[in-house]
């Protein structure tokens, strides 16, 4: 069963399979190609999930956006020396054929059409927020269950029903809450069902899909016109905004320390995802081997640079925690009063999150059209139109798998996915580098990540990190080791409680602290927020609660800890490695990176992902393996 799965292609199998009557057109330089990598870059990250990273780490984000940038370079630096070998349409999954096999070709293949397909469902759900508003700000208001996905709804009736129940009246929930919670109850309800779904997204997804089909050309241009406008209109948000920044916003800097600026890991990693997408049109490239890898770096560089104003300026205009909002730039200039300012912005984001849903749709079909030049998929997939001279077949399945999806489901989900697939792919990407170098089976590239010698460096830094995690984190440092169960916050004890033991903590605390309870506005939820972490404990304990509704158990915190626990496996091995084979060091630094990315992502998602690539193994063996075009 196993026979041949690690089979690899060789260079020239490659090129002489892109060779077709029905190539396709060679039309891309690398302005072009960086506008593309821009066009996917700058969109729902500046846009939309900027504002929960800032609200999570205030100002210190932008060392996030920094972190994020280097890591993104160690990639970069790896795709562009694979892209110069390997001139032709497959991005990693090509790249994966060649140094792993095929077997690691196939995952992560499925793993980029995971990625493209949950990145574009994402990028889908924030235009379709930016759209609504746009929409409203013309006087046009859709019903709130026609722009909503149904698990956001779902979710936000129920949670706003726990809270209620606790005493927080429905005007001081979030907006989203509301809107969520308003949305569910309009809905039309068939069969008890409650008909939630997010159609503007459903309708970009069709449009573009179409734009897409109709040729290289076409998009170029479309895309090349959104790029030059979202970056002008980014410029001038960092320009107005710099006018009406307060530096009394920026302290503190870091208000919840390291680990509020890691918790916005998904979203501003997020934010960069899209540079990759460069390499999957390699065979609509003038020059790919010169022009793709200095696309990559112009891309990440300019995007960086952007990211780190906005943030700065964004953080600096009203306090962080404000910055929760889906559209976090329209927001804070409607806050300033400049509704001229926060127009323009609405407009701009519809264009940008559009531009960011082109190049993601023109990935995707590219990638399958590789898997089935292959052997892997069926030939449908590799169907090149006779006059378009686009993947056909591919676009249109592409289309409706993306489609379907964005009807229900939510931003948060969908970003944490689009995320943990894309780190994967950079993983093995930086990990095939190491790969192959040393194999005299390969031509030589004409871009080579630069060689640094590990061997002593790496051991040095995880030293030094030791010691400085030691030294300014014994706590945490002793809790993950010893596994120490942690707190439930006080929005989840309560969304568990039923009514009776709601009402046995509401008459603790008015019989014990009736002045507090008042001053939170007789507010459950507000009061216990407002406690310190020592005094919610005791108060918990106090009304004689279970442990297991205050603490979640240890095996619950051994499964939240097990991504940095296969982090820190991985990380002990490269280390070994690198002292060993002498590695080179920018690729090493890219996968450990990347994985401690991974790490931050909630375990769930790695449950779902993993379930993806299981599924995925599946149709390997039943089918894959079978029509492999190397047996």
């Not at 089976?441 to 460096?457: E, M, R, V």
Request: glycine residues 8%; neutral net charge; contains cysteine.
């Amino acid at each position: 069963m196993l026979k041949g799965i690690f089979r690899r292609k060789k260079i020239s199998q490659i090129g002489d399979e892109s060779l077709h009557d029905d190539h396709m057109h060679k039309v891309l330089s690398v302005r072009d190609l960086t506008a593309l990598g821009i066009a996917a870059i700058v969109g729902a990250g500046i846009f939309s999930t900027i504002g929960t990273a800032a609200a999570e780490g205030g100002p210190g984000v932008v060392f996030l956006f920094l972190f994020t940038a280097v890591a993104c370079g160690f990639a970069a630096f790896c795709y562009a020396e694979f892209a110069s070998m390997i001139p032709v349409s497959g991005s990693a999954y090509t790249y994966s054929y060649v140094a792993f096999g095929e077997i690691f070709a196939w995952i992560i293949g499925w793993a980029l059409i995971m990625e493209y397909a949950i990145g574009n469902i994402t990028v889908a759900i924030s235009w379709s927020d930016y759209f609504c508003g746009f929409l409203s700000g013309l006087g046009i208001h859709l019903p709130q269950w026609m722009q909503m996905d149904y698990f956001t709804a779902h979710n936000g009736y129920f949670e706003a029903e726990g809270l209620m129940k606790a005493g927080t009246p429905l005007e001081n929930l979030g907006m989203n809450v509301q809107n969520a919670y308003q949305a569910y109850l309009s809905a039309p309800v068939l069969g008890g069902f409650h008909f939630v779904a997010d159609l503007p997204a459903l309708l970009i997804i069709f449009i573009i899909t179409w734009l897409v089909y109709i040729g290289i050309k076409e998009s170029r241009n479309a895309s090349n016109i959104m790029v030059v406008i979202k970056i002008l209109i980014v410029i001038a948000v960092i320009i107005v905004g710099a006018f009406y920044v307060n530096p009394q916003n920026w302290d503190p800097f870091m208000p919840n320390g390291i680990g509020g600026v890691l918790k916005g890991v998904s979203a501003v990693f997020f934010a960069y995802i899209g540079f990759d997408a460069i390499s999957t049109t390699a065979e609509e490239c003038k020059n790919p081997q010169r022009d793709l890898p200095r696309s990559m770096m112009y891309a990440i560089i300019i995007c960086t640079i952007l990211y780190v104003l906005i943030a700065l300026v964004l953080t600096g205009m009203v306090k962080y925690s404000e910055l929760a909002v889906g559209d976090p730039l329209a927001f804070v200039f409607a806050k300033l009063h400049l509704d001229w300012m926060s127009g323009i912005i609405a407009v701009s984001a519809i264009i940008a999150m559009a531009s960011v849903l082109l190049v993601f749709q023109l990935g995707q079909p590219r990638i399958w059209m590789s898997m089935s030049r292959d052997g892997l998929l069926p030939p449908a997939f590799s169907k090149i139109h006779p006059r378009y001279k686009t993947p056909s077949f591919s676009t249109i399945v592409v289309g409706f798998i993306t489609a379907v999806p964005a009807l229900f489901f939510n931003l948060t989900t969908v970003t944490d996915l689009c995320s943990i697939g894309t780190l994967f792919a950079f993983v093995l990407v930086c990990g095939g580098v190491l790969m192959i170098h040393g194999r005299k089976d390969l031509p030589p590239a004409k871009f080579k990540t630069p060689y640094i010698n590990s061997k002593w460096i790496l051991p040095a830094a995880i030293i030094l990190m030791v010691v400085f995690l030691y030294r300014n984190h014994h706590d945490d440092l002793s809790s993950f080791i010893r596994n120490e169960p942690q707190a439930i916050e006080a929005t989840d004890i309560l969304l568990g409680m039923d009514s009776t033991q709601v009402d046995m903590l509401r008459n603790h605390v008015m019989y014990y602290h009736p002045k507090d309870y008042t001053a939170a506005g007789s507010d459950l939820v507000s009061y216990l927020k407002a406690l310190e972490p020592e005094e919610y404990i005791k108060l918990m304990k106090q009304v004689a609660f279970p442990v297991h509704m205050i603490y979640e158990s240890r095996w619950e915190r051994f499964m939240h800890n097990i991504p940095m626990w296969i982090f820190t496996l991985i990380l002990i091995i490269m280390t070994v490695l690198s002292f060993m084979k002498n590695l080179s060091l920018i690729p090493v630094l890219g996968m450990l990176s990347c994985l401690y990315m991974m790490a931050q992502i909630p375990v769930k998602n790695w449950i779902g992902f993993a379930s993806w690539l299981v599924l995925g193994l599946f149709i390997y063996f039943l089918y894959s393996r079978k029509h492999s075009r190397l047996i």
